[in-house]
């Protein structure tokens, strides 16, 4: 589990194709990495992944075709930078929301607006995805925490203040790139139970 609160910019040093499935080698910038060990998650650019090599500077992560077909990170690249969160310990303060790292699709940057000093982001998701997410809810865009502002059809928006956009990819990303999207996991929990119950 995740909080959504950015710790680090990495840099994608080496994408390795293994077999039919990648490894990444990820420069983790600032993030603090004496305390993750081999076996441990760390979400990149919102994707829980798994350290499988540790060193002083960088790590690695095996990323299978599954995670490649519904995420960004198949579009990676040497040179790429992508948001970095250690996994949540039970000790931590929950600045975000819960975040499991396990990304529902694909969506986009289709606008980018000035709005005093932050910027007003709208997204694009696939129309199975919309409805999962809610005015005042909480979504996760590139492993960021962020509350929706309003929703239109398959399209929401997001306030992003300037602290957001230094500490993040966003300050990278341009109309039209594609983003990682987790919906609040509440609310497929909740889904799933009306469903069930429905079906009683």
């Not at 499935?21 to 441990?40: K, N």
């Not at 992944?49 to 960088?58: E, F, G, Y």
Request: glycine share 10%; aromatic share 4%.
């Amino acid at each position: 589990m995740f909080t959504g609160i950015i710790e680090a910019i990495g840099t994608i040093v080496r994408v390795e194709p293994r077999g039919g499935d990648t490894r990444l080698v990820v420069d983790a910038g600032g993030l603090d990495a004496s305390d993750v060990s081999i076996g441990d998650s760390i979400c990149v650019a919102g994707v829980c992944l798994t350290a499988v090599a540790i060193d002083a500077a960088t790590f690695a992560a095996d990323v299978s075709t599954e995670t490649l077909s519904c995420t960004t990170l198949g579009m990676l690249k040497s040179g790429d930078c992508v948001n970095l969160e250690k996994s949540l310990r039970l000790a931590d303060r929950l600045g975000g929301h819960l975040v499991s790292g396990h990304v529902d699709g694909v969506g986009r940057v289709v606008a980018v607006e000035p709005d005093a000093r932050s910027q007003r982001w709208t997204f694009e998701v696939p129309h199975e995805l919309s409805r999962y997410i809610a005015a005042k809810g909480s979504v996760c865009i590139d492993g960021v925490s962020l509350t929706v502002n309003g929703v239109s059809s398959n399209r929401f928006g997001v306030n992003l203040i300037p602290h957001t956009i230094d500490a993040t990819t966003f300050q990278h990303k341009r109309v039209g790139d594609a983003v990682n999207i987790e919906v609040d996991l509440i609310a497929r929990y909740v889904e799933r139970l009306h469903a069930s119950g429905a079906d009683t």
